[in-house]
Nanobody, 126 residues
Framework: QVQLVESGGGLVQAGGSLRLSCVAS????????MGWFRQAPGKEREFVSA???????YYADSVKGRFTISRDNAKDTNYLQMNSLKPEDTAVYYC????????????????????WGQGTQVTVSS
C-alpha cells in the first residue's frame, strides 16, 4: 500500500503562484510514476502533469510552460509548481501513483493509477 497526502492548495489571484506537495509513505516511492490530476465541479478528472521514476516529465497542453513537476526521492515527495495561474485552473488537485509496465503510455489516464491522495483545493480568483 502507498499513502499519498497532498498539501499546498489555497486561494490565489489570477497571475499568482502556488506549490503543491505530495508526500508518499509505504512502498518504495522512487519506483513509482507520480501524477497530478485535477477535477472541477461537474467535470471529469483530467491529467495535469506526471513525472517518471527517472525524472522524465509530462504536461497537459493547458499547463505547459506554467506548471513544473519535480520529485525528491530522498523525501518521498513530489511537487507541482504552478505559476501564472488562471481562473480556469480552479479545481481539486489530486496526486496519484502509478506503477507497472508501459507506464509512460498510461500516465495520462486516471484509471491507470494505483493510489490517490485525498486532494487539495486550488481556487484562482479573477
Amino acid at each position: 500500500q502507498v499513502q499519498l497526502v497532498e498539501s499546498g492548495g489555497g486561494l490565489v489571484q489570477a497571475g499568482g503562484s502556488l506549490r503543491l506537495s505530495c508526500v508518499a509513505s509505504g512502498r518504495t516511492f522512487s519506483r513509482y510514476y507520480m501524477g497530478w490530476f485535477r477535477q472541477a465541479p461537474g467535470k471529469e478528472r483530467e491529467f495535469v502533469s506526471a513525472i517518471s521514476s527517472a525524472g522524465s516529465t509530462y504536461y497537459a497542453d493547458s499547463v505547459k510552460g506554467r506548471f513544473t513537476i519535480s520529485r525528491d526521492n530522498a523525501k518521498d515527495t513530489n511537487y507541482l509548481q504552478m505559476n501564472s495561474l488562471k481562473p480556469e485552473d480552479t479545481a481539486v488537485y489530486y496526486c496519484g501513483a502509478l506503477t507497472g509496465s508501459y507506464a509512460d503510455t498510461r500516465l495520462r489516464s486516471p484509471y491507470e493509477y494505483d493510489y490517490w491522495g485525498q486532494g487539495t483545493q486550488v481556487t484562482v480568483s479573477s
